[in-house]
């Protein structure tokens, strides 16, 4: 007899994630680095010179992405993504691909949304996003508590990212990433803000009760501490890495790699033919 896989624990706490949105919105959604990854995006769509007409955006944020392509389906970025299969020559995932359960089936999803040689562009926080704030965090907790509670969401590395998109079947996969540190008052300026952009705590391990003010004192201490602001001592600054993937639904037109083997000139040859023009 088979005895099935056990279920993998989730991660994220989906109906705290939908709170924690909505209050963003009530409190007037802090929307940077929203802002920076669409000038992103549509900087990348500017350099592949094609128009686009029958866009898709996966976003926990419309309010956010619509004003910015007022063409685009909005689609939530549930589980089950509301997506027709070839429906759609672009589709963005847009600020929420670090939050799902499954990202690859986020991006398989996607993928299969795509017409033939359709594009793919999924911007989400990873890296070392929040790295100071998890160390701080960490540390205090031990110290006070002599344990420690999920308090920071894992933030994925580049090169496990961009390999989700050759597991989802698309083709010329691109991974890059945006580093960027942005500075705050104190550890209270940097809660606030987190909770404007809507990118609390919603991990589903999370501590259900609220943190001993002690704890959140020493975390505040220690992120001074490490993180001070170059330019001005006296605040903290922090990371936020936002990474971009990219990969296009295969089509016969794409170019192709050459076979092992069928190369006409040899590396060896092809540098020394470089040197010698240098010369």
Not at 7 to 28: N, V
Request: charged letters at 25%; hydrophobic letters at 45%; glycine letters at 6%.
């Amino acid at each position: 007899m088979k005895i099935p896989a056990p279920e993998r624990p989730a991660l994220t706490d989906r109906d705290a994630l939908l709170r924690q949105r909505d209050r963003a919105r009530r409190m007037g959604v802090a929307d940077l680095f929203h802002q920076i990854a669409a000038d992103e995006v549509e900087d990348r769509l500017a350099e592949v010179n094609r128009t686009f007409t029958a866009p898709a955006i996966v976003t926990g944020f419309p309010e956010l992405w619509q004003p910015r392509f007022p063409d685009a389906r909005i689609v939530a970025d549930d589980p089950v993504l509301d997506l027709q299969p070839g429906a759609h020559d672009l589709v963005i995932h847009a600020m929420s691909l670090h939050w799902a359960d499954d990202p690859v089936g986020q991006i398989v999803q996607s993928a299969r949304a795509l017409r033939e040689d359709g594009l793919f562009i999924a911007v989400c926080f990873a890296g070392q996003t929040l790295a100071e704030l998890r160390a701080a965090l960490a540390q205090a907790e031990a110290e006070v508590l002599g344990g420690l509670s999920p308090r920071v969401l894992p933030m994925g590395e580049i090169r496990d990212l961009g390999g989700l998109l050759h597991r989802a079947g698309l083709a010329l996969p691109v991974a890059d990433l945006l580093h960027q540190r942005a500075s705050y008052r104190d550890l209270a300026h940097l809660g606030r803000d987190l909770r404007a952009m809507g990118e609390g705590n919603a991990m589903a391990a999370r501590l259900r009760r609220p943190t001993r003010p002690e704890v959140m004192a020493r975390a505040g201490a220690l992120l001074a501490q490490a993180s001070p602001d170059r330019d001005d001592p006296s605040r903290v600054a922090v990371t936020f890495d936002l990474v971009f993937l990219t990969g296009w639904a295969p089509s016969d037109s794409q170019p192709k790699p050459l076979r092992p083997g069928s190369a006409q000139k040899s590396l060896a040859d092809a540098l020394q033919e470089i040197r010698k023009k240098d010369r």
